[in-house]
């Protein structure tokens, strides 16, 4: 069959190719949520244990789809704590091999926790959304300009681009009245992450939820993944719509005892705010915060002595944490900010 | 003196003589010591300030502490109770926020405890001094009526996370955090970075020459001869745990200190660079490298040769006794 390409429709791919051609920014959606439709949330985390990146890639995607059952992925975040893009390529290779890569996004972190345990070295952690009940539309902004910039020198570049990027990605988003939850995951570290969240907010309003986590910061490991693929000075944007609500709650803290009490009051003033059965806890935690345990396992005993251990939690360590700031630190009626030291809870309920 | 010919010998009689005047320090004049703890991160990641107070009198002590940092840096509170029984130690924190990176890394800060009581400022110049603070001993205290006061110049001790190419270059190195010292004149410089497989040194040691324990002897040279060459004495310990350390010995004509490791010696002008890879899978389950975590270090340098200047030492340096470990840090990338 001979298929025919008017010339206009060339033109105007020509055009549109070139206006990308300085940004790979990206978007896409899984189409909108059914009311009544199921909601399944699983968290699955496996340790490379062996020096085999592709193969806990694969392992970890190929439990993530035992665990969702026959329910279809719309969406997948990773956060992986791989040395350097060849392993964490490997890695990728690995999910991509069992998850179709479109729907594979996330970051690098500096490890996760989960009710396993947790882990900052060679792992990988992975959320599956999943279910007709819930919406994804998903954003990569890339070229944002800051990743080299540094706090304290160049400021004022820092706030303006990165308020330009958090607009690029909210509007790329096409937000919608069902849109419940954005999170983002950020090269991004705190404190630029501020100005990423202001951006979104210019578009999605400042009392609109949103929560993430800062990437990676150190060298050689700031990657964001989008499509299966990892991208450098770049943020991703994971907006979930549908009928279901989700309760945020922040605390800051800088010692052992503290990051335990703040873990243990920030997940129960989450759980207390949510309404009707929680589906999933997310926390978005600062591993400068982890760093202070005595034992990791603390926090995370804290944090389970709240919201049990029925409920999939996806806690990941990052460079900066976004979602609601400490008091002790909050400085506009915005419902969330980007910091530091923080504990950033997400209950998504129903 | 070149390189080629046979080094001087130094007996540890020397060395022993070497460090006992290093550790020469001032008597106390108040009823407490002050002594600010080395940064574990950069003032603009917002460190912990920790300053041990020791009660040196023979009388309980109750006040106040108070840090004063520089520009618009601020420790948060502004003072902190302290309640010490005569001989007691005690380490007071303090959040911080405002602060800015210097490129020199030296930080005046002000360190003040007032006591509350009538009496607690009784003279106890007999007690023992803390150390000297920070670098090459650098620090005054200023005493008064109801108050101790010190002045140091700290310095943030920590490894940023990089993967340096061991060359014997610096180039890698700009985004480390230097901890700079001198030595009879002669200048030590030392920086350290990390990353989740390996822990790397770059110590620079401005010395008249280099003194290779391979000219005179070759390898398997006999102890003396060893102690009569210039190295490097690195040390890595558990936080908490006084009981394990891991002993490093950089020689100039050694490429692979142990296994795995990877070091190169390189010598331009007056100074020698010794830059050292070491990996940490073996000491991994005791230093839990991760990001805010911080270990303690150790550091001598051992100058032979012409103008030698004997043991450089970073806990020295620092205001410890020489030879002591101190906490460093393991923090998160520049940018």
Redesign the interface.
Known sequence: MRRFVSIPAIALFVTLSASTAARADDFFTSGPAKPDGPIVLKVVQVEDLDGDPKAAGKQAAEQLKSAMGNVPLRAVIVSEVF?DIEYKQQLLDGINSVIAPNLVLGGAT??SFTHGGCT??DAVTLLGIGGEGIGVSAGLVTKQGA??????QDDAAIKKRLHAAGKRLAGGLKPTDADRLLILIADA?SPKNQYLVEGTQAVLGPQFPITGGSA??????TYVYFRGKPYQDASVGVMLSGNFNVALAGRKA??NDAVISTARDGAAEAIKKAQGEPLAVLAFNC??R???LDEYADELAAIESIIGKNVPLFGLYC?GEIGPVDLSEKSSEALSGGS??HVMFTVIAR | MPHNQHPPIASPVSIILSIALTATVAPAAGPVTLHVRPLPVTP?H?P?IYVLVENVSDQPYEGSIRVELPGDWKSVPDTRPVELKPGERTEV?F?SEGG??RADNRYPVTVTATGDKPGTTADTAAQPSPPAPLPAGEGSTADTASAVSRNQAIVCASA????PEIDGNADDWQ?AIPVRWQSDGKRTTLRTYW???SFSVLVEVEEEDLVDPSVSEKRGASPAAKCASDRVQLTLAPRDDTNKRFEFTLLPNEKEPLDGAELAVRREGNVTRYECMIPLRPMRRDLRP????EFRLGLTVHDAGNGATGPRDVGAAMGRKPGSLVLWGMC????
């Open positions: 040395e500096y490890g900052d070295f990743a080299k910039l540094v706090v304290g570290h990676n910061k150190n060298a050689g490991q800088t010692d591993a400068g982890r760093s202070k460079a530091g030291w | 603009a917002t912990m924190s959040a800015v990176n940023p996370y990089f993967k985004d990353n989740r497989r991760t990001e805010g975590r998160s990338s520049k940018y």
